[in-house]
């Protein structure tokens, strides 16, 4: 029982010491590109771009328009370095540059269905791909894909503010507290469009008819 104790608690110091390092590497390189340095910027994007695109992605459902948003985060994020404040966490801040895109293109277009669309979790499975191929897939992964792409589907019909709270919580597995941060409002009600949210895919996969 001690034994695994200490092995659990030297878990997470190196949990803890790796998490520490990480901060004091991106505050170094935030230094450096607040003096112009675009090696150093690189080194950021290197770091944040899979997570970046994985937000677009799901927000917006298209991999092309994915791409473009997570160039366009990484841009903005260049041109207002100055104003980052580098006593907090840059992951927070550049979540949020992403998010706040993802959403005003939303609103500024109509969802719509893509062929070339990644569906989630398929690793560069695409709708095209699918209707291309003369090879039938195994009947497993079939109904996984569709299942997977449904449900897609139907987080994608949920109300904006739920459906970021939902992609946020469920599938970019932040905690409520980095989502407060990012969408910039109280805890608590992030909690309730997660469970607004929730209750609302609920009643669309149960009801898909309505």
């Known amino acids: 029982m001690i034994l695994k104790l200490i092995h659990a608690g030297l878990r997470i110091h190196k949990c803890y010491k790796r998490e520490v390092t990480m901060e004091q590497r991106e505050k170094r390189l935030i230094k450096k590109v607040k003096k112009g340095d675009h090696h150093a910027f690189s080194e950021l994007v290197d770091l944040y771009k899979n997570s970046v695109y994985s937000i677009c992605l799901r927000m917006v459902g298209n991999r092309q328009e994915a791409e473009d948003l997570s160039q366009e985060v990484f841009i903005r994020a260049y041109r207002h370095i100055d104003k980052y404040d580098i006593n907090r ?83 970019e597995d932040l905690s409520l507290k980095e989502i407060s941060a990012i969408l910039d409002i109280p805890v608590a009600t992030v909690k309730t469009r997660i469970h607004r949210g929730r209750e609302a895919l609920r009643q669309r996969l149960c009801h898909p008819e309505r």
Do not use: H
Request: aromatic residues 10%.
């Open 89 to 171: 966490k840059f992951s927070t801040w550049i979540f949020r540059i992403a998010t706040n895109l993802s959403i005003d293109y939303l609103r500024k277009k109509k969802p719509s269905v893509y062929l070339d669309a990644d569906m989630p979790g398929s690793e560069g499975f695409t709708l095209s791909t699918q209707l291309a191929s003369d090879e039938p897939l195994p009947d497993e992964l079939v109904i996984q894909e569709e299942e997977e792409r449904w449900l897609q589907s139907e987080i994608g019909q949920l109300p904006e503010k739920y459906r970021t709270a939902i992609i946020l919580k469920y599938i």
